[in-house]
């Protein structure tokens, strides 16, 4: 298991942020490790939304189904699966005077095999980790 967490501030007051968050396809322009991210299903999003994930890792393209798990004011949950791990971004909001205050909490367990691979893999992920503390409040910033 690989645990992630960053906080930053970001301009945009915290009901921009959350909009914009909540459509997970945007991953594309904020996480450095996506190559594509694309809506499975239809209508409003919400809890259950989906999306087809494809990102690069060390230089190997993986696929996870990603699906909102948490929709609340000033909280997402994303979850997504695939037969060799399950990935969870857990984003927390909190309003300040600068605009919002974001923490971003990546939980990634590895199933079967790929567990063993955990311990090598930690300093990549912290890595990403840096990199999205960068790039999110660069696109938000943007809005």
């Known amino acids: 298991m690989?645990?992630?967490?960053?906080?930053?501030?970001?301009?945009?007051?915290?009901?921009?942020v959350v909009e914009y968050l909540k459509?997970?396809?945007r991953a594309e322009a904020w996480d450095p490790g996506t190559r594509s991210c694309e809506r499975l299903d239809?209508?409003?999003?919400?809890?259950?939304?989906?999306?087809?994930?494809i990102s690069v890792f060390k230089n190997r393209e993986t696929e996870l189904t990603y699906r909102l798990a948490r929709l609340e004011p000033a909280r997402l949950t994303f979850v997504g699966?695939?037969?060799?791990?399950?990935?969870?971004?857990?984003?927390?909001?909190?309003?300040?005077?600068e605009g919002t205050a974001v923490t971003y909490h990546a939980h990634i367990v590895?199933?079967?095999?790929?567990?063993?691979?955990?311990?090598?893999?930690?300093?990549e992920f912290e890595?990403?980790?840096?990199?999205?503390?960068?790039?999110?409040?660069?696109?938000?910033?943007?809005?």
Do not use: C, Y
Not at 82 to 92: F, G, Y
């Open 23 to 25: 459509d997970f396809s």
């Open 81 to 97: 699966e695939n037969k060799t791990a399950t990935s969870t971004d857990d984003l927390t909001f909190r309003a300040v005077s």
């Open 110 to 123: 590895f199933h079967g095999l790929a567990r063993l691979a955990d311990p090598f893999l930690r300093k």
């Open 2 to 16: 690989v645990t992630v967490e960053r906080t930053f501030t970001v301009t945009q007051q915290l009901d921009v």
């Open 42 to 53: 239809d209508g409003p999003l919400g809890n259950g939304s989906t999306w087809r994930n």
């Open 127 to 143: 890595r990403l980790g840096d990199e999205v503390s960068r790039r999110m409040p660069q696109v938000i910033n943007a809005l």
